[in-house]
């Protein structure tokens, strides 16, 4: 399993390198997210195979893919999906909270305020359990 997700990682990895748009910034963390995808849905190739998962929805855990709890955040009602969007953007995807700003026409200062008290939401949501992601949830969603 470990050399089908390192085969996995360099698959992707080189993969996006012709694909990659160099006018962005933050090239590495964009590739290695590309990265971590390939090895994600190796890994979750892998857990689909083998049901560990109870019942019930485990709370979220660090090896959650944070894309998935932000989806869970969003279907609970624990932030917007505009919130959702300008977390992944901004945090996951890399990208400048300015740039993003001025893409969507709002005032940065704006942007920066709602990511935060979206981001308290969340934390304090994980924290107290109202946010969730089942196994076989997180295994369908990385693997489709």
């Given at each position: 399993m470990i050399d089908d997700i390192v085969s996995e990682i360099v698959t992707d990895f080189v993969a996006q390198l012709r694909r990659i748009d160099i006018d962005r910034?933050?090239?590495?963390?964009?590739?290695?997210?590309?990265?971590?995808k390939g090895a994600l849905r190796v890994r979750a190739?892998?857990?689909?195979?083998?049901?560990?998962?109870?019942?019930?929805?485990?709370?979220?855990a660090l090896t959650a893919e944070p894309f998935m709890v932000l989806a869970e955040a969003v279907r609970c009602q624990v932030i917007t999906p505009g919130e959702a969007k300008?977390?992944?953007?901004?945090?996951?995807?890399?990208q400048a909270l300015r740039a993003y700003a001025a893409r969507?026409?709002?005032?940065?200062?704006?942007?920066?305020?709602?990511?935060?008290a979206a981001e308290t939401r969340l934390a304090r949501a994980i924290e107290e359990g109202q946010v969730s992601v089942s196994c076989d949830e997180l295994a369908s969603n990385l693997a489709g």
């Open positions: 910034p933050n090239i590495l963390p964009r590739l290695l997210l590309w990265a971590r190739r892998e857990l689909a195979s083998i049901e560990i998962c109870a019942e019930t929805p485990e709370p979220v300008l977390i992944n953007a901004t945090r996951l995807e890399g969507s026409e709002v005032p940065a200062d704006r942007l920066y305020k709602r990511r935060r």
